[in-house]
């Protein structure tokens, strides 16, 4: 597993550990990290060259039915006009009338219900549903499950930092108060296990770099809130509820075990 010092290329042997030991006695001293640098890519091989170049990283989380939704819940989805959500969205196993404020004019795409119930231009597709609630469960369990790169990276706070394609774990809330950056190519590929919430600051981007895709970065979290102007980018698998606040935009998806509430938001599936 890789030190958690952003930049900091875990080495082996008696030198690499006498350098770490320095590493830390500078910091018990009042040195800091330069969060800035880029971490090394962790062990895989990403999409495994879909697009030409060999891919870093985990091999992507495959997410089944619930890929063909941009927001996908399951006890209610609501919105405070006007939001422009571009792809396909879903609530099972709630009735469509969970389904709230969300006019027809502002989805390009399908509203899909488990029932004859919500807004006048849904389809009715329970099973659809079903399955694609299913594969998110699946998808949940899959990301949890991978084997980190890093662990507890800046202590929960990784604003400011440039992270590499990896598997990156922590057992605390992750808040991103400034800008942060993914910088990698079209196949690598990013897991963030979050154990509690992903709190994004008001304004704060999440800058994909160096032709990274957002399909290709997976948020797995227990809960997830996006602020006032905030743009975010990857796929959010919730254990509980999404909230994106005012202005907000994403570009990714939204797969919630219980609610996304939408303000005013762009959602865009990647």
Same mark, same amino acid.
Not at 36 to 59: E, K, V, Y
Not at 188 to 208: K, N, S, T
């Given at each position: ?37 880029? @971490?090394?890519? #962790?062990?895989?091989?990403? &999409? $495994?060259?879909? /697009?030409? *170049?060999?891919?870093? !990283? %985990? ?40 389904? @709230?404020?969300? #006019?027809?004019?502002?989805? &390009? $795409?399908?509203? /899909?219900? *488990?029932?004859?119930? !919500? %807004? ?7 099973e659809r549903l079903r399955i ?31 992270? #590499? ?55 797995q979290t227990f809960s997830a ?36 509430t939408l303000i005013q938001n ?5």
């Amino acid at each position: 597993m890789k030190a958690i010092q952003s930049g900091f290329t875990p080495a082996r042997g008696a030198f690499a550990m006498l350098v770490a030991a320095a590493v830390l006695a500078l910091a018990s001293c009042g040195g800091s990290e330069d969060v800035s640098l880029l @971490t090394t890519a #962790g062990a895989g091989n990403g &999409t $495994g060259g879909l /697009f030409g *170049a060999p891919g870093r !990283g %985990p091999s992507p989380v495959a997410l089944g039915g619930a890929g063909s939704f941009v927001i996908l819940a399951e006890s209610g989805i609501s919105n405070v006009p006007t939001s422009a959500i571009t792809g396909n969205i879903g609530l099972s196993p709630a009735t469509g009338t969970k389904i @709230t404020g969300v #006019g027809c004019p502002e989805v &390009t $795409g399908t509203i /899909f219900t *488990a029932d004859a119930a !919500g %807004p006048a231009c849904r389809t009715e597709d329970a099973e659809r549903l079903r399955i694609a609630v299913l594969n998110k469960g699946t998808a949940y369990t899959d990301a949890a499950g991978r084997a980190a790169d890093y662990t507890e990276l800046g202590a929960g706070n990784i604003g400011g930092r440039n992270l #590499g394609p990896a598997t990156y774990k922590w057992s605390s809330a992750v808040l991103v108060p400034t800008n942060l950056t993914l910088t990698g190519g079209p196949n690598d590929v990013w897991i963030f296990q979050i154990a509690q919430g992903l709190i994004v600051a008001p304004g704060v981007q999440i800058i994909l770099a160096g032709g990274a895709l957002p399909q290709n970065v997976f948020w797995q979290t227990f809960s997830a809130s996006m602020d006032t102007t905030s743009s975010f980018n990857g796929t959010v698998i919730s254990q509980t509820s999404i909230a994106m606040k005012s202005g907000a935009s994403v570009q990714g998806r939204l797969l919630a075990g219980t609610a996304v509430t939408l303000i005013q938001n762009v959602v865009k599936a990647p």
